[in-house]
């Protein structure tokens, strides 16, 4: 079969330390190492030098958006102005390239891909609703004609030709709701490249972390949607004497400075410790060497990224309820979302139990979502819309 050009939008600083820009990297590395071309349209902005050269994989940037330099999450006026940027270089891509696929991802992508298009076939990567997304900032979005407003957005992106959902739950809902109306459509997770991976924990020979201590690590955002400040609150009521917590993230310091007067507030900056400005690799040597790794997100629609990586380390996990989708309490320790007594409960369970049946079920699962496995569902899907007439 002929080999295919695709076209990512990635309406974010790119590449990042969080779920969305990862999942587009990889999922792209994943294509180009199947032997397709993919372009990638993107921010100016990004959180690291992307350092991997692909004969196959090129990234446009719009030029810089005054005023627009914060790399964190979450709904910004300024990025409005970036998107017609992206729209009016994706128009000029689209007049110089005959792309077979444009993907876009999330609903920004999903309408700047249907926007710019000629006649490829369009994606929607479905990474969360709207409402779901937007719910973990201002309370403008919780008003009832706002979730009006954001499902008629959300509705109006699934003209694209096919979607790529994240969540099989939200597959569920939106057939039960009649909103796929036979929309061509598949369930392709966010991933982890295993062996990449491994390949870079190879790298750090040195333990960072202080001898005869147990090691309980979080790494990622520290956006409020992560709900960091639970870790925090639930170590306030255990406090045990040989427990180091570490929060690893990409967030530059002065954005830390939140969880960091809670820390002294609580008194706990000996036990709790925040580690700013750490891309992905730099991440991977506290994953490595930790012996307990942590996620507190209360709710999520799709795969965590931070799970599948978390689970590739072989170590204790400890996970709310709410984001544990591929874990259960066989291979992870599951809290209550946002109940800090269960929290702590649990923490003190990891600690005390030596049985590593919950490890060796986490490495059982995590080989189907390695991304070159998932990659193959994804390209069957492209060409059974490149099939499909307009």
């Known amino acids: 079969m002929k080999k295919l050009k695709i076209l990512m939008i990635a309406c974010c600083p790119f590449p990042g330390n969080r779920g969305t820009p990862s999942r587009i990297l990889k999922m792209s590395e994943a294509l180009v190492e199947k032997g397709h071309s993919v372009d990638i349209l993107t921010y100016f902005n990004k959180d690291f030098e992307f350092k991997k050269k692909h004969k196959n994989l090129r990234i446009y940037r719009i030029k810089r958006v005054l005023f627009y330099e914060d790399n964190s999450p979450g709904p910004k006026i300024m990025k409005l102005i970036a998107d017609i940027k992206l729209i009016n270089l994706g128009k000029k891509l689209v007049k110089i390239n005959s792309y077979d696929i444009i993907h876009g991802h999330h609903i920004e992508g999903a309408y700047i891909a249907n926007f710019i ?11 969360i609703t709207l409402n779901k997304e937007l719910n973990s900032y201002k309370l403008i979005y919780k008003l009832p004609i706002m979730k009006q407003f954001l499902n008629y957005l959300e509705q109006k992106s699934f003209k694209s030709d096919g979607i790529v959902f994240l969540d099989k739950n939200l597959i569920e809902k939106k057939r039960e709701n009649n909103e796929l109306n036979n929309k061509p459509h598949i369930w392709i997770p966010t991933g982890t490249n295993i062996n990449e991976l491994k390949n870079i924990a190879k790298k750090f020979k040195k333990n960072p972390f202080k001898k005869n201590k147990i090691n309980l690590t979080y790494t990622g955002s520290i956006a409020k949607y992560q709900n960091v400040e639970d870790i925090i609150f639930a170590i306030k009521e255990l406090k045990k004497e040989n427990l180091k917590v570490n929060i690893i993230t990409g967030t530059k310091y002065e954005d830390s400075k939140e969880l960091l007067n809670l820390i002294q507030k609580l008194k706990l900056k000996d036990i709790i410790t925040i580690i700013t400005n750490q891309n992905f690799e730099q991440q991977i040597k506290f994953l490595k060497y930790s012996d307990i790794l942590i996620s507190p997100r209360k709710e999520l629609d799709g795969i965590p990224q931070k799970i599948t990586n978390y689970m590739v ?78």
């Open 117 to 127: 298009n000629k006649k490829s076939k369009t994606i929607y990567d479905a990474h």
């Open 313 to 390: 380390f072989k170590k204790k996990i400890i996970c709310a309820s709410g984001s544990a989708k591929i874990i259960d309490n066989n291979s992870a320790y599951i809290y209550q979302s946002g109940e800090i007594e269960d929290l702590k409960n649990k923490i003190i369970l990891a600690i005390n139990e030596n049985s590593t049946e919950k490890i060796t079920n986490c490495n059982k699962i995590i080989k189907e979502f390695d991304w070159n496995n998932l990659i193959k569902k994804q390209i069957k899907f492209y060409y059974s819309l490149i099939k499909i007439k307009k």
